[in-house]
């Protein structure tokens, strides 16, 4: 078993926290993990991206190369669209569908959503609507996470073992919201 | 033993608490920050065991790592790359006074520049100073390394440098580790002459230094991290130093078809080379950052063995390795299936919103605007993104301190008027001496220093002078009626412009101190405090 991943967004929208539940995931089944993160100067509202790799064999490079990567999973439209060199053939995009729009040259939305749409394998997610209706705008990144579960090969019930783990220290009370936000997550993309 | 999923940085924490470390000393600096801070969340940096408190800027930390040396002690000092130009002094001389207690200098390099103003390659440093070098190629190695460079570094007598770059100081992988050791007890140095480098002793550790070479060149070549693997094919053989390797590696899932040499200890373990360059056409050097190695494989005249690398165009001259660059070099194709979507802009970072340092810029502009050729000499902090737009206030920024020191060199050279903005913590890294300066030739330069209470652009960590700061300006003589605090909120906007335009305009120095808390802090006390 070998699973590449980009997770892509800006600073501050929570990839790093996304990485970290499928890293432990991964760290508890026994696999190779190699977790490229980027922190500094980007983390200030720049592009932000994290090359996840899983595998069950020894794992090389710290980064994926280009047409290698399984699964893009974004909080945001033009982030996902960014590491497009970096998909394999058959890999998939799961993505927000929600622009963050924070430089004015941003380009326009609507060609950005076409280009998604016309592309196989892509799931787009509309987070702001979803965290908005379920009162949790926090947690929409685990939202994200369960509508990627599929693409991981690693099994929902072992993401949320990882979600029980990682959040374990903040309460009963963030785990089940969580818990919640990865279940609605997969539902909404079955 | 147990099993951890951990950054390069944190392996490298471990290592050194589990080498029995006792104080840590470090300025932050991206890539290498989270080093520090794993140590001060540990059981020990907790406990007051080990030392972990932030230092002024990397000098102070390497000297200090020095005298705890001294003291019989196992000392860590961390940095960025460019914070061993601030370093040297101290880091050279050590290298001839060499060291009691083991000593590991930790240089994190960013090729490519992912948040540096260069990308400097510190193993030039180790050569400098004459010490060896490990460059870990993994995190288990990174770990591992630790306690074997503190061994190193008490057997030999000297400091060791170790190196590693932004792709393993930031990346995660598990790492299994051992058993801790007890830290050293105090016990001061056999010889403490060695410690005093007047001339006629400094030539005699010189001179010792120098016939040690032989000893660190042997080490090299037996070193358990310089690992030489035969190959089928003698067409080619490679060199791949540090990360290099798995680069390389990442092309060749079934193994290496090319007899390579993995380089994570040096000096350069020059025998094997020489093998390698008698069995094999030709030589492809893989190495993060400057050629390094390609150099001193190279030389000048010319050879049989055709070397190749960063200087012969295979390899790209700048920037970091990546394994599709590596892949290139090996004449294999890419694997690239989808094109670059013409849907993407850059997304440059930003000063956050409602960040004081906004403040700053737009009332600093609206008195600039109004004088012609002023300039404005800038530092190094998120406030250098003060030279993006829609701000575009400075006009410089070249090191830790250079925005004082500049706008007096500009000021001296008939610039009126000149103003130099710098954060809090880089001031203390290295702005009070330039202040002093200024202050003794009362040049006719306003400074400000824009004081979020904290080192923002590299996370929040304590800022060395935080409520010091008037006092720090009146010791230095700065005259207190153009010494001024204010307050960056935009409803203070009046107030902030006008003490700015009557400081521009005084014709003598004055300081500016526009403070309030960063809000990225800020909204991390807020969450603290809930839970
Ligand atoms: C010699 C050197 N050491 C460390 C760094 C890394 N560094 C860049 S900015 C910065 C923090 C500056 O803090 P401050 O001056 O308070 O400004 P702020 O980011 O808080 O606005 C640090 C530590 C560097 N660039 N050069």
Same mark, same amino acid.
């Given at each position: 078993m070998k699973t590449d991943i980009i997770l892509a967004g800006v600073g501050g929208q929570g990839i790093l926290s996304i990485a970290t539940i499928i890293g432990h995931a991964a760290l508890n089944e026994g696999l190779y993990i190699k977790q490229a993160e980027v922190h500094g100067m980007s983390q200030r509202g720049g592009d932000v991206q994290s090359n996840l790799r899983i595998s069950s064999d020894p794992i090389a490079s710290d980064l994926i190369p280009l047409g290698g990567a399984d699964v893009i999973i974004a909080m945001e439209p033009m982030e996902a669209l960014r590491y497009l060199p970096y998909l394999s053939e058959e890999g998939w995009i799961i993505t927000s569908s929600t622009p963050f729009v924070n430089?004015?040259?941003?380009?326009?939305q609507q060609a950005i959503m076409e280009e998604l749409k016309s592309r196989k394998n892509v799931k787009l997610l509309d987070l702001d609507a979803m965290g908005k209706e379920h009162s949790m705008p926090k947690a929409v990144n685990m939202m994200l996470l369960g509508a990627a579960a599929d693409a991981l090969a690693l099994g929902f019930d072992k993401l949320q073992n990882s979600i029980r783990t990682v959040f374990g220290a903040k309460g009963e009370q963030i785990v089940e919201m969580n818990i919640k936000a990865l279940t609605l997550g997969r539902e909404c993309v079955k | 033993m147990a099993k951890k999923l951990l950054l390069g940085d944190q392996a490298i924490a471990q290592g050194a608490l589990d080498a029995g470390l006792s104080g840590v000393y470090a300025y932050p600096g991206? %890539? +290498?920050?989270?080093i520090t801070e794993y140590i001060q969340e540990s059981p020990q940096g907790r406990g007051g065991e080990v030392h972990c408190r932030w230092c002024t800027n990397e000098k102070t930390a390497m000297e200090t790592a020095l005298g705890m040396s001294y003291a019989g002690k196992r000392a860590l000092v961390c940095m960025k790359h460019v914070g061993m130009n601030v370093a040297a002094d101290p880091f050279l001389n050590s290298a001839i006074t060499g060291v009691n207690g083991g000593v590991v200098v930790l240089v994190a390099d960013d090729p490519s520049m992912h948040s540096s103003q260069n990308e400097q390659d510190t193993r030039f440093y180790g050569k400098f100073a004459m010490i060896p070098v490990l460059e870990p190629s993994n995190q288990q190695e990174a770990y591992d390394m630790m306690s074997f460079a503190y061994e190193l570094s008490e057997k030999i007598g000297e400091p060791v440098l170790m190196r590693v770059v932004t792709r393993m100081a930031h990346s995660r992988a598990v790492v299994e580790t051992g058993e801790p050791k007890a830290q050293n007890e105090l016990n001061a140095p056999e010889? +403490?002459?060695?410690?005093?480098?007047l001339p006629a002793i400094a030539r005699r550790r010189y001179a010792a230094l120098v016939e040690q070479q032989k000893e660190f060149d042997a080490l090299s070549e037996s070193s358990p991290f310089n690992v030489y693997t035969e190959g089928e094919n003698h067409d080619m053989g490679v060199i791949a130093c540090g990360i290099g390797y798995n680069y390389y590696m990442e092309n060749y899932p079934q193994g290496s078809p090319y007899p390579v040499l993995k380089v994570s200890q040096y000096p350069l373990p020059k025998e094997i080379i020489r093998k390698m360059a008698s069995e094999c056409k030709s030589l492809l050097i893989v190495e993060d950052g400057q050629p390094f190695v390609e150099e001193q494989v190279r030389g000048v005249l010319p050879v049989e063995c055709e070397i190749k690398g960063r200087l012969s165009g295979e390899l790209p001259r700048m920037g970091e390795l990546t394994p599709d660059n590596v892949k290139a070099a090996l004449g294999m194709g890419s694997s690239q299936v989808f094109a670059a979507s013409q849907n993407v802009v850059p997304r440059p970072p930003a000063l956050c919103q409602g960040c004081g340092h906004r403040s700053v810029y737009e009332a600093l502009n609206r008195i600039v605007a109004e004088c012609e050729g002023a300039r404005v000499f800038g530092d190094i902090g998120?406030?250098?993104? /003060?030279? @993006?737009? %829609?701000?575009? +206030?400075?006009n410089s920024c070249v090191d830790m301190g250079a925005s004082i020191t500049m706008a007096k060199g500009a000021s001296d050279a008939g610039v009126f008027p000149a103003i130099a903005v710098i954060g809090d913590s880089t001031f203390t890294h290295s702005g009070m001496t330039g202040l002093l300066d200024a202050v003794n030739c009362n040049a006719p330069i306003t400074v400000i220093? +824009?004081?979020? @209470?904290?080192?923002?652009?590299? /996370? /929040?960590q304590d800022s060395a002078g935080t409520n010091k700061f008037e006092a720090i300006c009146q010791g230095l003589g700065v005259d207190k009626e153009h010494l001024h605090v204010v307050n960056p909120l935009p409803q203070n906007m009046e107030e902030i412009t006008r003490i700015m335009r009557e400081e521009i305009n005084y014709r003598g120095l004055s300081v500016i101190i526009p403070r309030r808390e960063c809000i990225q802090t800020l909204s991390r006390k807020a969450k603290a405090k809930k839970k």
């Open positions: 430089i004015p040259n941003y380009p326009d | 991206t %890539p +290498s920050t989270e010889r +403490s002459q060695n410690w005093v480098l998120c406030y250098t993104l /003060g030279a @993006l737009p %829609p701000y575009k +206030s400075i220093i +824009s004081d979020n @209470l904290t080192t923002a652009m590299t /996370g /929040g």
